[in-house]
């Protein structure tokens, strides 16, 4: 029973994710793109981990301009963002970038002289673009980050990475899932809240 629910919520998510409006995006269009985005992810390692103020201020212009926030948020709460109100979801993607860019600000790392490298396009479907690439270093293994294109009418954005095959939203849908299961959205977003204070 539980596994059937299960799949039924995966359906729903992805049955969201699908029901856009899209355009194609072209390769080279899309490698440009995932090649701005690494060097401005290099420029945030490049600051000190000390000053995490202007490591979160670059990764907020990042998030802001760079990415499709509204489908990432209902995506990471699947069923539970068609039961929300307007005021929730407003509330839910403030406390949820917030979350998004303390955790990445801080554990991205310093620079040292890391490499971007865009390895190669895969058109999932006709709507999403997957751009694989890697991040090479002298003394680690490569870093493997897959990043997921769509473009719903205003340019491409990145609505989902995947590091080490690890996806985004997967990962933080099954964190939020038990929080929402014990205190419905609202009790989430009071935790996500709670949390950000306590790490400013």
Known sequence: MMNALKIIAQICVISFLFSFKVFSIEDKLAVKYVENLG??????????????????????KMLDTKFDKKLIH???????????????????????????????ASQLGVYSDQLF????????????????????????PPLRIDWRLRDRGKGPKIIDIAIEGVSLLATKRA?????????????????????????N
Request: no cysteine; glycine share 4%.
């Open 117 to 140: 490298v865009v390895d190669k396009v895969i058109k999932r479907d006709k709507k999403d673009t997957i751009v694989l690439s890697h991040i090479e270093h002298a003394t680690a």
């Open 39 to 60: 060097q401005q992810a290099i420029e945030i390692l490049k600051i000190p981990i000390e000053d995490i103020d202007s490591r979160e201020k670059l990764f907020k």
């Open 175 to 199: 964190d939020f899932s038990s929080t929402i299961k014990k205190g419905g959205l609202h009790g989430l977003i009071n935790d996500l809240e709670e949390k950000n204070t306590q790490n």
């Open 74 to 104: 209902r995506a990471v709460l699947g069923r539970s963002a068609k039961n929300a109100s307007k005021e929730q979801l407003v509330r839910f993607g403030k406390a949820f970038d917030e979350h998004i860019i303390q955790i990445y």
